[in-house]
């Protein structure tokens, strides 16, 4: 397909670098069909893949990967395919939905610390993986930030409260330089992205396109950090800016439909 040269540039910028098949998949169906029973058919897929040049066999490879995973489940329908999310593959999906849609800025409020006694590294190992599954950040050996009321935890030494101060080495911890410098990246590609649609009108296609790999590169970075109050990171952090960008963005791209991605 040609490309208005804007929009060709805006798609190369959004994805440059390690571009997985499997994960841009994850994208699209947690976009596109987070809802029970919605289905993608392999069609689209193949559509949208084709769009950032990902070759039919790798698509294949991706596909049977998710599926063996138990990401994904999918069915045949006449010559083709539809694609769905399975119960596991949704909570999933929906759990990081609720971090890639939240533009909003939270304040810090309602925090604690609990530190643990001395333990040997086996018991940390596994207190830490029990709190993190209460949604708790491991700050240090032995030490836990979280937000809200505190689990009844009376082994532990508890500190709560609303005032807040984040040293320096915090935030360095939870935004580490490479990070940064990836939102830095990322608000760069937003900027061509942002150019490219006051530059042209593009079609569905294209428009799910730029759609899914804004979706996809706000994902890669959001998850690599804990959900923290924007009062956590350095002061250089440009998460708010992509964030404001991003919530822009995909209301002027829309929310794409299979359908109209296969018209035209």
Not at 9 to 29: F, H, P, Y
Not at 33 to 39: I, K
Not at 144 to 159: C, E, F, K, T, V
Request: one cysteine or more.
């Amino acid at each position: 397909m040609d490309r208005p040269q804007a929009t060709t540039r805006a798609i190369a910028a959004l994805s440059g670098g390690d571009l997985r098949v499997w994960s841009l998949i994850v994208t699209i169906l947690g976009d596109m069909a987070r809802a029970p029973g919605a289905e993608v058919s392999g069609a689209t897929l193949g559509a949208l893949t084709d769009a950032v040049d990902i070759k039919p066999e790798a698509l294949r490879v991706a596909l049977h990967r998710l599926r063996k995973d138990g990401w994904i489940s999918s069915r045949r329908v006449g010559r083709g395919s539809l694609h769905i999310l399975t119960e596991s593959g949704r909570a999933q999906a929906n759990e990081a939905a609720a971090r890639i849609y939240d533009f909003d800025t939270h304040q810090p409020t309602g925090w604690h610390v609990m530190v643990a006694q001395p333990m040997t590294q086996a018991g940390r190992n596994r207190l830490d993986a029990e709190l993190r599954g209460l949604g708790h950040i491991v700050i240090a050996p032995g030490a836990y930030l979280g937000q809200g009321p505190a689990p009844d935890r009376p082994d532990l030494l508890l500190l709560e409260g609303n005032a807040l101060q984040v040293p320096t080495w915090l935030s360095a911890a939870v935004m580490p330089p490479r990070l940064l410098q990836d939102y830095v990246s990322f608000e760069q590609a937003l900027k061509v992205v942002d150019q490219a649609l006051e530059a042209d009108k593009p079609d569905p296609l294209t428009c799910a396109v730029l759609r899914l790999l804004i979706v996809h590169g706000w994902r890669r970075l959001v998850l690599r950090h804990p959900a923290l109050p924007d009062a956590f990171f350095p002061p250089t952090w440009r998460g708010p800016a992509c964030r404001r960008m991003l919530r822009d963005l995909l209301e002027r791209l829309g929310q794409p439909r299979g359908a109209d991605l296969l018209t035209g």
